[in-house]
């Protein structure tokens, strides 16, 4: 290179000197300086020539170690001893499919109860007076997603539940698409937008936490929202949202047995028989400013005669009319303050259902990780065919009852300095009173510790 650079100076001064000659004539000594100015320019373009030639050489060397860290990184080589090793016919690997991101998750949840059974609100009850537990979980999380670079995206969650008893359940299992901030869709099973927040809920022992046997027949029915909202064992969901600004707009289809809503199938004292499946519509909207948010919403089943009963001249009666309504409001001051934010949630849900009509309001707050609640009910039952109930029911023919609950729990955090392994302290206390039939000394208590933890 340098060899190149001296012959086009070379050839520079000589073109030079011709048109210089014509003008004036320089001297030996000036030539020769004006070539050593122009060989030093030279030679330094070439060193800088040179230094881009290494630096681009260093950067391939970097571009080279990190494609190895990212191909390490998706890659699981298995400990297997090399002699091991060599007999496989390929080096054992974990890879992924390179369409989108994978994460692995888990959630462990056990608790220990210590209830009360007298004044049963729920049935499944056994004979004795008080009942000490041990139940809960392990949750896998499986969570996949793929976004493009114009906001599209689409993904799946699957959430196989390990329970202590031995069984294998499953939480979530859904797919979804959409684009980011404005709309999307999701099918399967999941729960649509919670209309009846209840906060740090550690032990709340009244209804089902799903769309099934939330309503238990001759027991206390505390209705809030739930029974178009999903997660059922009997049907999925299809929902579609849209996000515009401040404002969120969602409709929730659940297509499902709905005689699954019934603990053992009976309704006001007769046995339920389906007919066809109900179709839930849950269409929510709701609005959020800062720390405030507020949301309103219905559902209802739109399919007529989907289950019910036959009477002594052997007509059918339809048991499927349920139409709820319901609205939230929730300040969350823990977005701005982590540490001294209030959190206070006010519900209330109103059930206008074949012979029933359900009324419920509840307020909760959270502050410095304590939460405290109150919920009421004021139920009335038009028509009760008098069945008596083999466990102890509340009430066995028409009429009108209201339910007390109070709710609280607490928070241990970090335990162990492990930020996600934190225990909970729970407990509850129910009453209910109403028509004669119903004592209002029938009451029903109960406490829970709470393990959990997130890996």
Same mark, same amino acid.
Request: proline share 2%; glycine share 8%; net charge negative.
């Given at each position: ?235 999925? %969901?299809? +929902? ?10 969602? =409709? *929730? /289809?659940?297509?499902? #047995?709905? @005689? ?71 300040? %969350?001051? +823990? ?10 949630? =006010? *519900? /209330?849900?109103?059930? #206008?259902? @074949? ?101």
């Amino acid at each position: 290179m340098r060899k190149t650079t001296l012959a086009m100076a070379v050839g520079l001064l000589i073109a030079s000197h011709s048109v210089s000659a014509k003008s004036s004539p320089l001297t030996v000594e000036q030539r020769l300086q004006i070539l050593e100015e122009r060989l030093a320019s030279a030679e330094n373009r070439a060193t800088a020539a040179e230094a881009q030639v290494q630096q681009l050489k260093a950067q391939q060397v970097t571009d080279r170690q990190e494609l190895q860290q990212v191909q390490q990184q998706v890659t699981v080589k298995n400990e297997t001893p090399k002699e091991e090793t060599k007999k496989n016919a390929s080096v054992p690997a974990l890879s992924l499919s390179g369409y989108g991101d994978l994460k692995v998750y888990g959630d462990v949840e056990f608790n220990m109860d210590a209830e009360s059974r007298k004044g049963s609100i729920i049935s499944n009850q056994d004979d004795s007076n008080e009942r000490w537990d041990l139940n809960g979980r392990i949750l896998l999380g499986f969570d996949g997603i793929r976004t493009l670079q114009n906001g599209y995206f689409a993904g799946f969650s699957a959430q196989p539940l390990a329970d202590m008893t031995g069984s294998m359940n499953l939480d979530d299992a859904v797919f979804f698409f959409g684009q980011q901030d404005d709309w999307k869709i999701k099918v399967g099973r999941f729960e649509a937008y919670d209309m009846f927040p209840l906060n740090q809920d550690t032990f709340i022992e009244h209804s089902g936490n799903t769309a099934n046997d939330l309503y238990d027949d001759g027991h206390g029915y505390i209705y809030m929202m739930k029974e178009g909202r999903g997660r059922s064992d009997d049907g999925g %969901n299809f +929902l579609m949202s849209k996000q515009l600004g401040n404002w969120y707009f969602e =409709l *929730n /289809t659940l297509l499902e #047995d709905g @005689t699954s809503l019934y603990n053992d199938g009976d309704y006001h004292g007769r046995s339920m028989e389906q007919q066809k499946n109900v179709a839930y519509l849950r269409p929510v909207v709701s609005w959020t400013e800062g720390a405030f948010s507020v949301a309103a919403a219905m559902e209802s089943n739109v399919v007529n005669n989907a289950y019910g009963y036959y009477d002594a001249n052997g007509h059918f009666v339809d048991q499927s009319d349920r139409t709820g309504y319901g609205m939230t409001m929730t300040w %969350n001051g +823990l977005q701005n303050d982590p540490e001294n934010g209030v959190v206070v949630n =006010l *519900n /209330t849900a109103y059930l #206008d259902a @074949t012979d029933e009509k359900d009324f419920t309001a509840g307020v909760n707050a959270l502050w410095h990780r304590f939460e405290l609640g109150y919920i009421y009910a004021h139920n009335k039952v038009d028509d009760y065919a008098g069945v008596t109930c083999d466990d102890d029911c509340w009430f066995g023919d028409a009429g009108t009852y209201d339910i007390h609950t109070v709710h609280a729990s607490y928070q241990i955090p970090n335990v162990m300095d492990m930020q996600n392994f934190n225990i909970y302290l729970g407990a509850y206390w129910s009453q209910i009173s109403g028509d004669s039939s119903i004592s209002s000394d029938d009451n029903r208590y109960g406490g829970r510790v709470r393990f959990k933890y997130y890996f």
